[in-house]
């Protein structure tokens, strides 16, 4: 039989009020302690306010999108997507697979899961929740972490549960204090970098391009010397900046470290990934033979949509009036090169306001995985995505919120 116990959960997140659920369901006595005057700010915005909860994708491909697959699974195969998808739905949300397996709320509704996390704790007698609750410190006593101090005042309880979030989209209270306030107490910090983000270019498009979306291009970044340092088959949008959608957010994960260390990167959109460049040199020469009465602008239209055709002629240097016949080898040329290997220098990211998720955080190798306690402080667990562990889109990063918190949850009922 358990003994019951009072856990501070420190963030009222996805991950904070999935521990409150699980705990306070166990008959534990919970204190949930948020800075914003209300839980779960990210968690409603999510999924463009639609809540991609999780991936239907089997385990081990769910694994194969996670920075680390041997650190989660434990998590993972505790508390699966499975086991998410089933308490939802105890919880009377109908949910919805859509492409890419990705599960959503069928009411199209983030608000719906926040409000289904948030019902049963809100006026349960076994939780308290403390809102406008800024922790700036952890008590420590003999290795173990016994309270915090919160608003000038200490709590005291007999586990704390520390998910207050990475750094992204800091008005929903994702400051990154997490870091600073387990720094202190000598945790190791992977440097925090912005990721699932949209990335800035030399010289980006013009701004009548914004938002276009390109299906089933493939996108590749390579080194100053032409190595490839990652490559995503998929869709992306244009914009004034730069490049973003959903292979530009995973190839921005991808890049983070190695970007953030210096390296010099260059990204190069292949329009037409199915068809080879020598194929697509004959189509387009063939192209101007057999459409020699129309200009190059409706020619150009054969490969790309109506709102780029102007982009690429000006960059081509062609005349979109002139006649298919007209049309030279070099242009034929110069049409391959945009629409398979034109490069452009990656000068940044769009930064924390925009980012999906932080890459980075409280290291692994001081957390012990079977319980996500602190192999520092003892009662102390971290959950969510304060820790150095992140995913693809696709659902997989709120499913780190939710398995961790469960799996810290189990560690504190079996003490
Ligand atoms: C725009 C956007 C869309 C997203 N969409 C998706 C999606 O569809 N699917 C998906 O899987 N992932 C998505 N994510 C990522 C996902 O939201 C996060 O990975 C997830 O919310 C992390 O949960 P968490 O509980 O660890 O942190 P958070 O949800 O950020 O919660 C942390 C909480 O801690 C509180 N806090 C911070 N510091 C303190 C302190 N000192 N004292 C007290 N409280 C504190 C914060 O106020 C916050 O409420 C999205 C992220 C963004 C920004």
């Known amino acids: 039989m358990a003994t019951m116990h009072t856990t501070l959960i420190i963030g009222g997140g996805a991950s904070g009020l999935m521990a409150a659920n699980i705990l306070s369901k166990e008959g534990q006595k919970v204190i949930l302690l948020e800075k914003k005057h209300q839980c779960g700010l990210k968690l409603r915005i999510t999924g463009k306010g639609r809540c991609n909860l999780t991936n239907a994708c089997d385990k081990d491909e769910f694994l194969s999108h996670v920075s680390d697959a041997d650190f989660f699974a434990p998590a993972f195969y505790w508390f699966d997507n499975k086991d998410l998808m089933s308490f939802f739905e105890q919880k009377d949300i109908e949910l919805k697979v859509e492409r890419g397996n990705r599960v959503y709320p069928a009411s199209g509704k983030a608000n719906d899961i926040f409000f289904a996390l948030l019902q049963d704790i809100e006026h349960n007698e076994n939780v308290e929740i403390i809102k406008n609750c800024d922790v700036k410190h952890l008590i420590i006593e003999d290795g173990r972490a016994i309270g915090v101090v919160a ?175 007209k049309l030279t080898e070099r242009d034929a040329k110069s049409l391959l090169w945009y629409l398979k290997f034109r490069s452009e220098e990656i000068i940044g990211d769009m930064g924390w306001n925009e980012a999906i998720i932080t890459k980075g955080g409280v290291a692994l190798n001081e957390v012990d995985k079977h319980t996500l306690q602190s192999k520092k402080i003892k009662n102390l667990y971290i959950t969510g995505e304060l820790l150095d562990l992140d995913a693809d889109t696709g659902g997989y990063n709120l499913q780190i919120a939710f398995s961790t918190a469960a799996l810290a949850c189990k560690a504190i009922a079996n003490q």
């Open 151 to 325: 608003n000038n005042q200490r709590i005291l309880a007999d586990n704390i549960i520390i998910c207050t979030g990475g750094r992204t989209y800091p008005t929903t209270g994702a400051t990154g204090d997490g870091y600073r306030i387990l720094k202190l107490l000598n945790h190791k910090i992977t440097k925090p970098l912005p990721a699932l983000v949209g990335l800035r270019t030399q010289s980006g498009y013009p701004s009548e391009l914004q938002n276009l979306e390109i299906k089933h291009c493939k996108v590749t970044i390579t080194d100053k010397n032409k190595n490839i340092i990652a490559s995503r088959f998929g869709d992306m949008t244009l914009d004034e900046y730069g490049v973003s959608g959903p292979i530009i957010l995973s190839l921005s994960r991808d890049i983070a470290k190695d970007f953030d260390a210096g390296e010099e990167m260059f990204l190069s959109i292949d329009f037409k990934p199915k068809i080879d460049k020598d194929k697509l040199y004959q189509e387009i020469l063939a192209a101007f033979k057999e459409r020699r009465t129309e200009n190059a602008s409706s020619i150009v239209r054969k490969w790309v949509q109506k709102p780029l055709v102007n982009e690429i002629l000006s960059t081509c240097k062609i005349n979109p009036k002139t006649m298919g016949y």
